[in-house]
């Protein structure tokens, strides 16, 4: 039987005091150019962390870890998000996915600890942006840093209200401004490129393994969030083609942003074993004066901003959609009615990023791993559970080569992301363990209080498509 998604519905102002249902595209549609550019900066952002990646692994690992990671990972990501992006172009995105493949339960899972470990995520970007004040104001209170994170969440949440086309336009001129000054520092650098930038193979004292747990769960980071947008499939036009379309053509720029700058980096500095983060700056500035390195700092603390405000558009939508199937409160289903965005679920996200923003994150970032990786795992079973159980779906784009292209797609990353979590260590075990445990705990409670959700969703009417 043939499948089309339903066209949702507005809610009026009349209809406040019943359950909101999903809304057309906005009045002001993303533009192709500018879902591209938000693509790049959920995905990407620019090379900046590539410095800190490289001194922990060595320039030899860590180049061939930006080369396999994205061939083993990054590749099997973006088909599994191109082919079920087009296949269920629905609001909420990877919650939807898991849930159509798997019933309520799995699906709540994923939703659940996809938005859990946005709570570390998107603070982290606000607070790394305080960070790089903290650098030009070394005497800066710990309330200032606080302050700072706080404006970053707020300005980009009262943007994000605003609608998807508002946060397309800024990440245009947010790629501008954070890719100029590497092109620039690319042209100056290759000709002065005086030592190959392979060696050494390992860094002194490390084994094969203990470099590769060190650095494969960054290689992971860095060509990671190519489903993310998914989740606001209902804002972005005709976006069964068109997210598909975008995936495909900025997995090479991405590749590009990061080989590049490190290649020239590493030819023209070999003391990479006392690179820091920012050290691109430094280097920028010993190629082209301080106008230069000051345009990569600026440029580090742009890309900081981007992606808290691409992240917190894509995480916002989850628990709207959630709460849309009756699993979370009737409240974080409310829409802006002049602009059509999820504006509980915004601010409910936001306050939460803006406590957790007080906190240091160093020690945290390995747990986040613990969450997130197993609600992509249940991403990649639902693309093969789905293939099977609804083959008749609408796929603009399938992932390549058949049953073994689906095998590589699905087994590949779920075996990487098996390595990362348990091939450095157990030490985030217990706290990895009660995070995921929530989500049981939480999809138990909220059946308790479950109510139903209102007939006609755009979820119901598909399902009953699907079947």
């Known amino acids: 039987m043939a499948s089309v998604t339903p066209k949702p519905s507005t809610p009026s102002p009349s ?11 906005p009045a002001q549609p993303l533009r192709r150019f500018g879902l591209l550019c938000l693509v790049y900066v959920t995905v990407c952002a620019g090379p900046f962390g590539l410095e800190e990646f490289v001194r922990h692994v060595g320039p030899g690992p860590a180049l061939a870890l930006l080369l396999l990671t994205p061939l083993f990972w990054g590749m099997p990501l973006l088909f599994m998000s191109a082919e079920l992006a087009g296949a269920l172009p629905l609001e909420g995105g990877l919650y939807r996915w898991v849930k159509t493949a798997f019933g309520d339960f799995w699906g709540f899972q994923a939703g659940w600890w996809w938005w859990l470990s946005s709570f570390l995520d998107c603070a982290i970007y606000a607070v790394l942006v305080a960070d790089y004040f903290a650098f030009f104001h070394p005497g800066m209170s710990r309330l200032t840093h606080w302050a700072i994170a706080l404006a970053v969440i707020w300005l980009f949440t009262l943007l994000n209200m605003r609608g998807i086309a508002v946060m ?3 990440s245009m001129i947010f790629v501008a401004v954070m890719l100029a000054p590497f092109v620039i520092m690319i042209v100056l650098g290759a000709p002065h490129m005086a030592q190959p930038p392979l060696p050494p193979l390992l860094p002194a004292g490390r084994s094969l393994a203990e470099t590769l747990s060190a650095g494969l769960l960054m290689s992971i980071w860095f060509v990671s969030g190519f489903e993310a947008l998914a989740t606001a499939s209902g804002e972005i036009p005709n976006a069964a083609r068109a997210l598909p379309r975008a995936l495909r053509l900025v997995f090479p720029l991405i590749l590009l942003s990061y080989g590049l700058p490190l290649l020239v980096s590493l030819g023209v500095d070999a003391n990479w074993q006392n690179w820091q983060a920012g050290h691109f700056a430094a280097i920028a500035e010993n ?6 390195g000051g345009w990569v700092s600026f440029a580090g603390v742009i890309a900081n901003m981007a992606l808290f405000g691409a992240w ?10 959630m709460a849309v199937d009756g699993f979370l409160p009737r409240a974080l289903c409310r829409v802006s009615p002049r602009y059509g965005t999820p ?6 996200s ?5 406590l957790m923003a007080w906190f240091d994150f160093s020690s945290l970032v390995e747990m986040d791993i613990w969450v997130i990786l197993p609600a992509m795992f249940l991403e990649f079973l639902a693309l093969a559970k789905l293939r099977r159980s609804h083959p008749h779906l609408p796929r603009p784009f399938r992932a390549p080569g058949g049953r073994w292209g689906l095998a590589f797609t699905v ?3 779920i075996a990487i992301g ?3 979590m348990f091939g450095g260590g157990t030490d985030y075990l217990i706290p990895g363990t009660i995070a995921l445990a929530s989500g049981p705990a939480a999809f138990w409670l909220g059946q308790r209080f479950r109510r139903d959700p209102a007939a006609g969703l755009p979820s119901e009417r598909f399902r009953a498509q699907a079947r």
Do not use: H, K, M, N
């Open 350 to 354: 936001a306050a939460l990023y803006s």
């Open 312 to 321: 917190l558009l894509s995480y916002s939508r989850i628990p709207f959609a």
């Open 15 to 25: 209809d406040s005091g019943r359950q909101p249902v999903e809304r057309d595209v």
């Open 411 to 413: 087994i590949s990353p």
């Open 343 to 348: 504006v509980t679920a915004l601010l409910v």
């Open 168 to 170: 397309g336009t800024s």
């Open 287 to 292: 190629l082209g004066g301080p106008w230069l």
């Open 418 to 420: 098996l390595l990362a």
